[in-house]
């Protein structure tokens, strides 16, 4: 099976999504597959079995998952003997910690709100992997996804094998027995340590990226900078990714062997290494799947098997490996991405890239081949990519990967045995991570560079991953004629139908977007002729003490707002129609004009604008977008849809929810009433006015 483990992994994947998915479609799916292995790759019998066999034992694992992962704790339970298995995260005045459940042996997640900023601090140097805890609250399920296109975050810790929050009221170690540690609670605690030594003497623009490119930790992370880092497509530098890793074992090996230490010493050292750097980085997929490969070669190179481990055998055992551990990570973003992308560069490097012999070429197709294979995933679960990830990554990776990664390494190292490093290498770092950052930033401005889909349904994202296959296939095949019109002809093909699919579609919708207190209405006509949305809700903000405020504090217009509209597909929004300057109404609006383009904004006539308005008006200016003050009377038709403001008065003076902006709307040869925030008198007058 040299070489042929490949078609395993394929067949462990089919099996586990015919019991974690749906049985049928991808039951189908793997007798195609097993006919195309039978009829065209000339598979003989016992290689046939083994494939079946590997789906029918996988299949059953994913069963076996599916029946585990479920919750054992009652609802009623309010005291839980934990003990913690994860870093702690504290943002602002929250902490939020995993612990695993003593009775019930199930994972919970413990939400904490901290009362001073001494005992913030006080908590942050605190160890907390070394004791079992005594703690009592208030359990609830995690709450659900009420958008489509929204985050699923009880999905997500269900995946995780956590089914329940609970809500301390006191300090979660304030209760705890001192137990016995083992070597994993102390490699864990040592992450923690070294993390919080990185964030307490360094800069804060040294320190996060050290914890992200060391740790795998992006807590200290600024939250408007990785949106940026997302925006331009690099958001992946931050991970510790496969590249990382390699480069590191390389740097242990070649320093052990340059020093006098034997080849077999350093194989034996880095098999002892490599699991233990999982636990200190945090345990990523990208970093698990690097670790197992390269741990197989080492393995392979101790024991000399032969003959000699290919690297696609190597990807392919791992993925077997890791899905057989834990099926459910097959949902996990990081887990899809790093395996589809590092699958797709290893088979495309034995004919693909060997075509390309200029350093500066083979890192161009390097990076098309990545962002090929991570698109469907990246519209399924972002909804949008950047062009300019492509150049951004010729950039950005190898000042990651020869300059910051050995640099901030070095730097660490230096700052433990001597205390603090040379202030001429610290001052270096920080002006050259300041300078990139804000590169980074003017990049992420640039909206143009976006495309927008939207979330791709099944039969799309079968198109996506049918059409991407057929792009290689032609890419690696030398005996096609007119090869370059057919790739680009694919190209554009791929990036164009599902707005094909968006454009063609015969009917319009009236969402009520779920934005709890507020509203957010979308109005959208067949054939995406007209895009209209009345309101983005919006969330309160409260004056707080610095130490309180979250580094990404809930914003409905960011969180809520625009993920929907941009899993819809919605790029220009027609008319912004804002009834009035009350925040739960317009609040996000600002977030809405940031990410989508919006063509004309509709605000009440009043005589005396609130501050939202005013900035909202500002906003506007700034990007050109007209601004129309709407009074009773006026009116607009589109495509066989009329509407008609009723309300408020021009000029208007008075309360500010009787000054809403009310429409009155045929759409689809219904009748609709938007009324904004209108109070019991502003909706009497318009009855009385229009009685019909």
């Not at 809403?660 to 689809?668: E, V």
Request: hydrophobic share 45%; glycine share 6%.
């Amino acid at each position: 099976m040299n070489g042929k483990y490949l078609y395993l992994a394929i067949s462990a994947l089919l099996g586990l999504l015919s019991t974690l998915v749906q049985f049928f479609p991808f039951f189908l799916c793997f007798l195609l597959y097993w006919l195309w292995l039978l009829k065209w790759k000339q598979f003989n019998k016992p290689q046939l079995l083994l494939i079946l066999l590997v789906a029918v034992i996988f299949s059953i694992t994913g069963e076996y998952a599916a029946a585990k992962n479920q919750t054992h704790i009652p609802e009623s339970t309010t005291s839980f003997l934990v003990q913690f298995i994860q870093d702690p995260k504290i943002d602002g005045d929250l902490l939020q910690i995993q612990a695993e459940e003593q009775r019930y042996n199930e994972k919970i997640l413990i939400r904490y709100q901290i009362n001073s900023e001494t005992e913030k601090s006080t908590l942050k140097s605190s160890s907390f992997y070394r004791g079992i805890c005594s703690v009592s609250g208030t359990i609830s399920k995690p709450r659900i996804v009420k958008n489509p296109n929204g985050f699923n975050y009880r999905g997500y810790l269900a995946s995780k094998g956590v089914f329940w929050i609970v809500e301390s009221p006191k300090n979660p170690f304030s209760h705890c027995t001192v137990v016995g540690t083992d070597p994993l609670k102390k490699i864990k605690e040592l992450r923690y340590e070294g993390i919080r030594f990185l964030e307490t003497s360094l800069p804060p623009e040294v320190a996060s990226l050290s914890a992200a490119l060391i740790f795998g930790d992006r807590s200290l992370f600024d939250a408007e900078l990785q949106s940026d880092y997302q925006k331009t497509g690099i958001v992946h530098l931050l991970a510790i990714s496969g590249l990382h890793v390699s480069l590191l074992v390389g740097m242990f090996f070649y320093f052990g062997i340059r020093i006098g230490l034997t080849r077999e010493f350093m194989v034996h050292f880095l098999l002892f290494l490599l699991p233990v750097y999982v636990i200190i980085t945090g345990g990523s997929p990208s970093v698990i799947r690097a670790v197992l490969m390269i741990f197989l070669v080492l393995a392979a190179t101790k024991w000399k098997i032969r003959p000699k481990i290919l690297a696609i055998d190597a990807i392919s055992i791992a993925f077997l490996f890791y899905i057989f551990v834990d099926s459910y990570i097959i949902f996990d973003v990081g887990f899809q991405l790093s395996f589809s992308v590092s699958f797709s560069i290893i088979l495309s490097s034995q004919y693909l890239l060997r075509a390309y012999q200029n350093y500066l070429a083979q890192m161009i197709v390097t990076s098309i081949i990545a962002q090929l294979a991570a698109l469907p995933f990246l519209f399924y679960h972002y909804f949008e990519i950047s062009f300019m990830g492509i150049a951004a990554n010729l950039l950005y990776i190898p000042l990651f990967s020869f300059l910051y990664l050995p640099g901030l390494y070095f730097l660490f190292f230096v700052q433990i045995l001597f205390g603090k490093p040379p202030d001429l290498l610290i001052h270096m770092f920080s002006n050259l991570i300041n300078m990139s950052n804000k590169f980074i930033s003017h990049l992420a401005n640039f909206s143009f560079t976006s495309f927008i889909p939207g979330r791709p349904n099944p039969i799309l994202l079968f198109c996506y991953f049918f059409t991407i296959l057929l792009i290689f296939y032609i890419w690696e095949c030398s005996k096609i004629q007119k090869k370059i019109l057919f790739l680009f002809t694919l190209s554009i093909t791929l990036l164009s139908f599902q707005y094909f699919w968006n454009w063609i579609q015969p009917v319009g919708q009236v969402t009520m977007i779920d934005v709890g207190q507020g509203d957010s209405i979308l109005i959208q006509l067949p054939h995406r002729q007209g895009t209209y949305l009345i309101d983005t809700g919006g969330t309160i903000q409260f004056n707080e003490e610095a130490w309180r405020k979250r580094t990404k504090p809930f914003e409905v217009g960011r969180d809520v707002v625009v993920p929907y509209l941009k899993g819809q597909g919605i790029t220009t929004i027609d008319k912004l129609i804002l009834s009035h300057g009350d925040m739960d109404h317009m609040g996000g609006a600002f977030a809405v004009l940031e990410e989508i383009k919006v063509k004309e904004i509709l605000l009440p006539d009043v005589s005396e604008p609130s501050e939202s308005e005013i900035i909202v008006m500002r906003l506007a200016a700034e990007k050109n977008i007209p601004v129309v003050k709407v009074y009773e009377g006026m009116h607009w038709n589109k495509k066989g849809t009329q509407y008609y403001v009723l309300s408020p008065e021009q000029k208007f003076t008075g309360e500010r929810n009787r000054g809403s902006i009310a429409i009155f709307a045929k759409i689809g040869g219904l009748s609709w009433f938007f009324g904004g925030d209108l109070d019991q008198e502003g909706e009497e007058r318009i009855i009385t006015k229009y009685p019909s």
